[in-house]
């Protein structure tokens, strides 16, 4: 487990079983790259509760190296019902699906 800020994630709102998620900018590259784990907040709740928001690699066996330290956020994606987010290191680009959370 690697954990980074990403400060250009930070802020950032993404959808998920029927809430509206606040991502902070805290990032735990997890399992080799496979596992983006990152910390959010709700922003539909006056509790604001806490959370880790759970993205599995989309395109194995393609992943972020753990090793690569800094911001790596490109952009959030809508595909359906499935949240992306996709993380770039030049000239590479990974796709991560939100998969599951976990209140903290």
Same mark, same amino acid.
């Given at each position: 487990m690697v954990e980074q800020r990403w400060e250009d994630i930070r802020g950032k709102q993404v959808e998920y079983n029927g809430h509206t998620w606040?991502?902070?900018g805290n990032v735990d590259v997890r399992e080799d790259g496979d596992v983006l784990a990152v %910390? $959010?907040?709700q922003a539909d709740d006056v509790k604001a509760e806490a959370a880790m &928001? =759970?993205?599995d690699n989309a395109d194995p066996p393609k992943s972020l190296n753990p090793g690569s330290e800094g911001p790596h956020f490109d952009r959030l994606e @809508?595909?359906?019902d499935e949240q992306l &987010? +996709? +993380?770039?290191k030049d000239?590479?680009?990974y796709r991560y699906r939100l998969e @599951?959370? %976990? =209140? $903290?």
């Amino acid at each position: 487990m690697v954990e980074q800020r990403w400060e250009d994630i930070r802020g950032k709102q993404v959808e998920y079983n029927g809430h509206t998620w606040k991502l902070t900018g805290n990032v735990d590259v997890r399992e080799d790259g496979d596992v983006l784990a990152v %910390e $959010a907040k709700q922003a539909d709740d006056v509790k604001a509760e806490a959370a880790m &928001l =759970y993205f599995d690699n989309a395109d194995p066996p393609k992943s972020l190296n753990p090793g690569s330290e800094g911001p790596h956020f490109d952009r959030l994606e @809508r595909d359906g019902d499935e949240q992306l &987010l +996709v +993380v770039k290191k030049d000239p590479r680009r990974y796709r991560y699906r939100l998969e @599951r959370l %976990e =209140y $903290a």
